[in-house]
């Protein structure tokens, strides 16, 4: 069994790169935060990201917070047509970011969850990668709902562009978390 220590000593000294989904589900907890970094040539969907993460020079395609309950894990996510809550482990590979224990709140389970639902909005995420205010809560787009959820436990949150690549930008530099490969 791993242990967080041993796990974030190995990732920190980039002495692991890729660790297995059935190693590191038993540790993700609600709260933590989950990037993806795909893209390719093979439909239309892997396309627009390509596009998007070319033009916007962007490393990560997609962010969402991990939802653990039941014994169950989950991802709660903006991806067209509604943020939904969807099983994480048909979500592979993606980085994960283990969020402070604290940062995890009945406030944040209850903003989080009140937006499962809501409208994803491509314009939304259009606007954020130009810089464009995203500030409206009628549509939604990843990094929104992400830097939306998070600012309920640290308001820094709410100073970043709403872009998956700035959102991990800033759990790696502001708060020296480290991002684990899982495939």
């Not at 962010?63 to 979500?91: D, H, M, T």
């Not at 308001?155 to 998956?164: A, M």
């Not at 708060?175 to 495939?183: K, L, Q």
Request: aromatic share 12%; charged share 20%.
């Amino acid at each position: 069994m791993l242990n967080w220590q041993k796990l974030t000593d190995l990732a920190t000294h980039n002495l692991t790169r890729n660790m297995k989904y059935s190693d590191i589900r038993p540790l993700i907890k609600s709260g933590d935060i989950i990037a993806w970094s795909e893209g390719g040539w093979t439909n239309w969907h892997d396309i627009q990201v390509s596009l998007v993460r070319m033009f916007t020079q962007s490393e990560y395609s997609h962010v969402g917070v991990a939802y653990v309950i039941g014994g169950r894990v989950f991802v709660v996510e903006a991806v067209v047509p509604l943020i939904r809550i969807f099983p994480l482990s048909k979500l592979t590979p993606f980085y994960y970011f283990e969020s402070p224990k604290s940062w995890w709140s009945n406030s944040m389970e209850e903003s989080l969850l009140a937006k499962v639902g809501l409208p994803y909005s491509k314009w939304e995420a259009i606007k954020a990668f130009i810089g464009m205010d995203t500030d409206g809560t009628e549509n939604w787009e990843c990094a929104k709902l992400v830097t939306q959820t998070m600012k309920t436990v640290d308001s820094n949150f709410d100073n970043l562009k709403d872009t998956p690549t700035d959102v991990v930008k800033f759990l790696q530099e502001e708060h020296n978390i480290p991002a684990i490969y899982v495939a």
